[in-house]
């Protein structure tokens, strides 16, 4: 099992990724996947969108970083079993839900680690079945980490440009290429405004590409 980094190395920004659960069952784990739809996701290679905190210090979501317990096979465990944490070196196990994303960053990013083989699709270990590790395993940052966050005001509207509000009667991209001004990549409604839609493109009902008010 490769070593997992020491909290304090970590960013306190990363990609908000999609939780799948088993639609029957919903999941088997007993960790903090079992209770979200999205978890964000934090370390070395993966680029530092969103922020963990917000400006009074709560995480709206559990925290994971990218695992190699078979080197080429990536996993996603909990922050809190990094070094350095009361649950470093914890074992954690597949629980039955997966997580991946449709930003083509994910895709690249997990395509890195697997050699480019299979979807960026990435198994979830967070189940334990030790007493101490279930009460323990959140997928949180330590308390000070959410205490420097709030002293800071670290927030995504202080971090990084403000969003702004969509108006009404305006029509915006949500998801672009990379090159392309969208709420996907980050930008805010201003920019992400459609002036002139393409029109080659004829968004698909389930699917919209765009998001009109």
Same mark, same amino acid.
């Given at each position: 099992?490769s070593?997992?980094p020491?909290i304090n190395?970590?960013?306190?920004?990363?990609?908000?990724?999609?939780?799948?659960?088993?639609?029957?069952?919903?999941?088997?784990t007993?960790?903090? $996947?079992?209770?979200?739809? /999205?978890?964000?996701?934090?370390?070395?290679?993966? =680029?530092?969108? %969103?922020?963990?905190?917000? #400006? &009074?210090?709560?995480?709206?979501?559990?925290?994971?970083?990218?695992?190699?317990?078979?080197?080429?096979?990536?996993?996603?465990?909990p922050?809190?079993t990094?070094?350095?944490?009361?649950?470093?070196?914890?074992?954690?196990?597949?629980?039955?839900?997966?997580?991946?994303?449709?930003?083509s960053?994910?895709?690249?990013?997990?395509?890195?680690?697997?050699?480019?083989?299979?979807?960026?699709?990435?198994?979830?270990?967070?189940? $334990?079945?030790d007493?101490? /590790?279930?009460?323990?395993?959140?997928?949180?940052? =330590?308390?000070? %980490?959410?205490?420097?966050? #709030? &002293?800071?005001?670290?927030?995504?509207?202080?971090?990084?440009?403000?969003?702004?509000?969509?108006?009404?009667?305006?029509?915006?991209?949500?998801?672009?290429?990379?090159?392309q001004?969208?709420?996907?990549?980050?930008?805010?409604?201003?920019?992400?405004?459609?002036?002139e839609?393409?029109?080659?493109?004829?968004?698909?009902?389930?699917?919209?590409?765009?998001f009109?008010?």
């Open positions: 099992m070593k997992r020491h190395s970590l960013p306190m920004k990363g990609m908000i990724i999609d939780v799948y659960h088993n639609p029957q069952y919903r999941t088997c007993n960790g903090p $996947s079992r209770t979200h739809d /999205s978890i964000l996701v934090v370390g070395d290679g993966v =680029p530092e969108i %969103f922020d963990a905190f917000t #400006a &009074e210090g709560e995480q709206k979501r559990p925290v994971f970083i990218l695992s190699e317990s078979v080197p080429g096979y990536p996993t996603l465990v922050v809190d990094c070094e350095g944490t009361d649950g470093q070196g914890y074992w954690v196990m597949d629980g039955g839900n997966f997580a991946t994303s449709c930003d960053r994910w895709n690249e990013l997990i395509r890195s680690r697997t050699g480019g083989r299979g979807a960026p699709v990435v198994p979830i270990h967070d189940r $334990s079945e007493q101490t /590790s279930m009460r323990l395993l959140t997928g949180r940052f =330590p308390a000070e %980490f959410s205490q420097k966050a #709030a &002293e800071k005001g670290e927030t995504a509207s202080t971090q990084t440009p403000h969003r702004g509000e969509p108006e009404s009667g305006k029509t915006y991209l949500l998801i672009g290429k990379r090159d001004p969208s709420i996907a990549n980050g930008d805010n409604w201003q920019d992400a405004e459609i002036k839609p393409d029109p080659k493109v004829t968004p698909l009902p389930e699917l919209d590409r765009y009109q008010i």
